[in-house]
């Protein structure tokens, strides 16, 4: 389809393990954002790139979350020694331009990730 | 960041006008408002945004306090696939990547 697309849909882990969630966005799109969501809350910023950097990772919690977006397109969120806190629903979403008034976002069904 | 106050939930019958209130009192001069809706087991998805003037789109209408300290989303007739969270954003040009959430309004279309 022609949406923001991530995998997987659904990540089952163990405490403590190393996990990778991929983002495509639009074709097209040059902004990407990278948001947490835990259950009965809004969406949380974690980071936002405007091409191949990234512009803003304020919102990382920690030294082990990282992010990438080597070519402007695909990104993957990178999580290592996975806590059980790290529990949630991982969006993306991508826009026509960033850190402005109009860019609409346009978010991904989420990654599930489950850290046993 | 700015933020915004909208109550945790409420309900409308299906075909009657819903009016959806936000407070943002702390509202910048330059902040836009936002509305985004969240289908369950859905990324959230963009209804409507404004920075002074009401706005209609063919999904819902915008009405902006004339002092902008408040906004209320309008969808002119609820059906049941509006049922959904909504979110009350604004949005700061300068930064405006980091788009604030908070918990939003969950509206229950009632058949």
């Known amino acids: 389809g022609a949406g923001v697309s991530q995998t997987p849909s659904n990540k089952v882990t163990e405490k403590g393990k190393y996990v990778e969630l991929r983002c495509d966005p639009i074709?097209?799109?040059?902004?990407l954002y990278w948001y947490r969501q835990s259950l009965g809350q809004g969406p949380e910023f974690l980071i936002y790139f405007q091409g191949t950097g990234a512009a803003d990772d304020s919102g990382l919690p920690n030294d082990r979350f990282f992010a990438v977006r080597p070519e402007g397109s695909v990104s993957t969120l990178k999580i290592q020694r996975t806590e059980r806190g790290d529990s949630a629903v991982y969006l993306c979403?991508?826009?026509?331009?960033?850190?402005?008034?109009?860019?609409?976002?346009?978010f991904g069904e989420g990654s599930r990730l489950t850290v046993l | 960041d700015a933020k915004t106050t909208q109550p945790n939930s409420m309900e409308s019958n299906e075909e009657e006008p819903v009016h959806l209130p936000c407070n943002h009192s702390t509202i910048s001069g330059t902040d836009y408002i936002h509305w985004y809706r969240q289908l369950p087991s859905q990324g959230p998805e963009y209804v409507i945004h404004g920075l002074t003037s009401n706005v209609n789109n063919r999904m819902a209408s915008l009405a902006i306090a004339e002092d902008r300290k408040s906004s209320t989303l309008i969808l002119h007739r609820a059906t049941l696939r509006d049922a959904a969270v909504y979110y009350c954003?604004?949005?700061?040009?300068?930064?405006?990547?980091?788009?604030?959430f908070g918990t939003g309004t969950s509206l229950t279309v009632i058949p």
């Open positions: 979403a991508s826009s026509l331009i960033g850190g402005m008034n109009t860019g609409e976002l346009f």
């Open positions: 954003i604004l949005r700061e040009p300068n930064t405006g990547n980091q788009f604030y």
């Open positions: 074709s097209g799109h040059t902004a």
